[in-house]
């Protein structure tokens, strides 16, 4: 590994000090928001080489200056981008500002910006380039004490700047307050940019190198024993190529070896405890949790004072006679404990004092390495969700339970699978599909089926993951069924409180067992595959259509009281596991001048060709109704504002297209997707029909966007929905 050397205390480098030692970014600007001095952030740089994001962030810096102009001290703020800042005056001769920060400290805010570069507006760059090295803090101390430094160097700040201009500033050259980036400044279109952004890659590497450096920036008091620094840094320069699970490994190895110390568990904390995810000596093997306390009070009190907690073991039936003891030490970033290091070993006073600086320091480049992974996990998720939602567009209806078996079993890569489908009346699961060797033998199977797993699964509502069929107490599968592997995965499927079927998936074709992300991904598709299945089966049941009351008689389309249960159960599911999901309200404009003018029953020969053009659009895990009257509306799962709108503008388009009998008709739109802020279905309902009011306000024939409508009208509350 290359040997990372110790920055120059020059006076020349000591705002590269402060921010080594702080772990935070620093930049020096002008009146003009030129930077004459920078130590960024990989957000940072890539926002301001950005066309589209450039003139936003130098007009929040310009922003900033002016502020700690006039006040004359530091002030506090939060850029757009959810970084917390503060802007220092300094003491010169010419008017300089140094922001300090560009830093996370609230975990809802690192949170917002993976959301932002998974699905949002950001999701152009580069994920693991975005978050290379952004800083993660955790606290505004750091903030406020390397600004009390910066502020100490009064003139020397000239001194250091020495007379730079904004092409010294470290390879990073910044556009005025509402500029628009210089051509060199742009996505590289010419050999000679190029050539820039190559040498701009370059100076990344470097500025990595120096974020590694930081190795006590979180704790501001340096160890007295250089030789811990030394291989703190080496150390923390190793993470950063390794995967989270491996960087874990590594922090347990690298403790274990620096300071021999034989019993030691990593912990990721599960809601309310600490869980072990791997273990060394005399932990390793044994199943232990952590319990938490009602809040992380006495976790971070440990941690701002550098100290252990205490642990008793106890059993089952309470206290153990001779309890053995371990010392846990808390890791958090951005205001939230998420992992913890226990010893199983007896520790020295000051070896505990060095263990919890260690876990302190640690801390941000392991939420970097988890963010990173995040983002990775997030993309690979949604590159299956649209493969999968594109082999929907294919399904046959003469081979609908086969096609769709196979799809799902391809998606898990398994290469046994079957899909059973719940009889209400008859209380009974139905073979439907399977596919894989024995295939003939489950399908044509007379005797009850799905007794023994399937069964337990549906009624409980809870999926099954099984690693080993042979530790979990059920007995394996006849030995002439030929299953290669003893894992599985049994899945309910469920609308509202309505049991639809189960899918069951075996022998994963890498012949390992399934997991949590096999899990996630079935949790992914379970809202499509639940709505194809109902409606397969309805179809199937087309005597029974009026007394489900779950379709409409006209369109062939659902009806509101199936679309409002799902819309429900899409917000709980969207919640739960962060899923963006849109909600459409549709008018036909000016219906009722064609009622009037050519009567009832052309009116809904209309309706109908209006439900053709959604069934025509729309894709297969979206679900459109009839919510009444002239009016539908579309529920979209996993689908973000900007595709709804592009879906919603398709629809739009596709009727204004189509030939009615007697005139054109079009349609006006109005779209809400689930936040904070609208997290129930009467939430969603009241926004999609307020957009949609303002498309039929503005013009009709036109999409509407209520985070636009909210934004516009600068509202926080609910407008209520009106129609023409």
Aim: hydrophobic share 40%.
């Amino acid at each position: 590994m290359k040997r990372i050397e110790p920055i120059n205390d020059s006076p020349e480098n000591q705002l590269e000090i402060i921010a080594d030692e702080s772990g935070l970014a620093v930049i020096v600007v002008d009146e003009k928001s030129s930077v004459l001095k920078a130590n960024n952030n990989s957000i940072c740089e890539l926002l301001y080489a950005s066309e589209g994001f450039a003139p936003r962030c130098a007009g929040d810096c310009g922003r900033a200056f002016r502020m700690a102009v006039e006040a004359g001290k530091a002030v506090s703020y939060e850029c757009y981008a959810g970084l917390d800042c503060l802007a220092v005056p300094l003491k010169t001769e010419k008017p300089l500002v140094a922001i300090v920060g560009r830093a996370f400290t609230k975990a809802e805010n690192y949170r917002k910006a993976t959301e932002r570069a998974i699905a949002g507006d950001w999701n152009k760059f580069p994920p693991t380039r975005f978050f290379e090295n952004v800083l993660i803090n955790g606290s505004v101390n750091n903030l406020e004490a390397a600004a009390k430094r910066i502020a100490a160097l009064g003139e020397d700040v000239a001194k250091i700047i020495g007379g730079a201009n904004p092409s010294d500033a470290g390879g990073v050259r910044e556009p005025q307050v509402g500029s628009a980036p210089k051509a060199q400044d742009r996505a590289p279109e010419t050999a000679k940019a190029a050539e820039q952004q190559e040498k701009a890659g370059s100076e990344i590497t470097r500025r990595i190198a120096e974020f590694h450096r930081q190795s006590a920036g979180a704790a501001r008091k340096p160890l007295e024993d250089s030789e811990d620094i030394t291989a703190w840094r080496s150390l923390f320069g190793s993470l950063f190529n390794l995967s989270y699970a491996e960087a874990c490994r590594s922090i347990v190895g690298f403790l274990s070896r620096r300071y021999e110390i034989a019993s030691l568990a990593w912990l990721e904390r599960r809601d309310d405890r600490f869980v072990s995810i791997l273990a060394t000596g005399a932990l390793e093997g044994q199943a232990f949790r952590v319990n938490l306390p009602a809040n992380d009070k006495l976790l971070f009190e440990a941690l701002e004072n550098e100290r252990s907690l205490e642990l008793r073991e106890r059993g089952r039936g309470g206290e153990r006679a001779n309890p053995k003891t371990v010392a846990l030490f808390p890791v958090a970033v951005g205001g939230e404990v998420q992992s913890a290091l226990v010893v199983g070993d007896e520790l020295k006073e000051e070896l505990k004092r060095r263990i919890a600086k260690f876990c302190k320091t640690v801390a941000a480049q392991l939420e970097i390495l988890r963010l990173r992974e995040e983002v990775r996990r997030r993309n690979w998720l949604a590159e299956a969700l649209e493969k999968f939602n594109e082999s929907l567009k294919n399904l046959d209806a003469e081979d609908f339970w086969s096609h769709l078996t196979r799809v799902s079993a391809e998606l898990m890569r398994a290469e046994r699978s079957s899909l059973l489908v719940f009889d209400e009346k008859s209380d009974s699961l139905t073979v439907k599909a399977a596919i894989g060797a024995t295939a003939d033998r489950i399908t044509n199977k007379t005797e009850k089926i799905g007794d023994r797993v399937a069964r337990v699964v549906l009624n409980n509502g809870r999926p099954v993951v099984v690693r080993d069929i042979g530790k979990v107490g059920l007995s394996p599968a006849p030995k002439d069924w030929k299953y290669k592997t003893n894992s599985f995965i049994s899945y309910p499927f469920k609308i509202g409180s309505r049991r639809v079927g189960v899918l069951n998936v075996a022998d994963k074709a890498d012949g390992g067992p399934y997991g949590e992300s096999d899990l996630e991904l079935l949790n992914a598709i379970a809202p499509q595959v639940a709505v194809l299945i109902d409606r397969a089966t309805l179809k199937s049941r087309a005597g029974e259509y009026e007394q489900l009351s779950v379709t409409d008689g006209l369109t062939g389309l659902l009806n509101r009281r199936y679309l409002e249960e799902r819309l429900a159960e899409e917000i709980k599911r969207s919640n739960r596991y962060g899923y963006p999901m849109c909600f459409m309200m549709i008018d036909v404009d000016q219906f009722k001048s064609y009622n009037d003018a050519f009567g009832h029953t052309e009116g809904d020969k209309a309706l109908k060709l209006v439900a053709q053009c959604f069934r025509e659009t729309l894709r297969g895990a979206d679900v459109a109704a009839r919510y009444g009257g002239e009016e539908f509306s579309i529920l979209l799962p996993q689908t973000t504002t900007a595709e709804a709108e592009t879906i919603a503008e398709r629809l739009r388009a596709h009727v204004e297209a189509m030939t009615f009998p007697n005139r054109a008709i079009t349609v006006s739109i109005g779209i809400a997707s689930c936040s904070l802020e609208l997290n129930s279905a009467q939430d969603l309902i009241v926004a999609a029909d307020s957009a949609l009011y303002s498309a039929k306000r503005k013009g009709r024939n036109t999409v509407h966007v209520y985070d636009d409508l909210k934004k516009s009208s600068g509202s926080k509350n609910l407008p209520e929905g009106r129609r023409e």
